[in-house]
């Protein structure tokens, strides 16, 4: 019931900034817990951020703590992932995921839906 579309991937020097969306449509989309996730190539999926359905809790993995920032807006139907002082170990493909019963969870098998993907690329 859900469909998610990210964007806004690309090749940024180090320190710099991007800013991804999702887009998603469904008719449940207000009831979904969010989360982005990021894998290079070679390694395992690994968590990022998650957002509740309301938008009014959020966690984030240590290693990005500070520097990046999930938002949602359920209006547009549009989560985002606020990118800054970004590193090199930050190249990764990032990936949009929906749960309907994930609630904060960190791990891939609590999202039921995943997006195509985007590539981030920051140069050293």
């Known amino acids: 019931q859900v469909q998610l579309v990210e964007s806004g991937g690309g090749l940024v020097q180090a320190g710099g900034s991007l800013r991804l969306s999702c887009a998603a449509s469904g008719r449940t989309f207000l009831m979904y817990a969010m989360a982005w996730f990021r894998q290079a190539p070679g390694k395992e999926r690994e968590f990022v951020a998650t957002?509740?359905?309301?938008?009014?809790?959020?966690y984030y993995a240590d290693s990005v703590k500070g520097r990046f920032t999930i938002s949602r807006d359920n209006a547009k139907n549009t989560v985002y992932l606020q990118m800054n002082s970004l590193k090199s170990e930050d190249t990764a493909v990032y990936y949009c995921?929906?749960?309907?019963?994930?609630?904060?969870?960190?791990?891939?098998?609590?999202?039921?839906?995943w997006g195509q993907g985007t590539q981030v690329t920051v140069s050293s």
């Open positions: 995921a929906a749960g309907r019963t994930a609630r904060g969870s960190r791990t891939p098998a609590s999202y039921d839906y």
């Open positions: 957002v509740s359905w309301s938008g009014g809790n959020t």
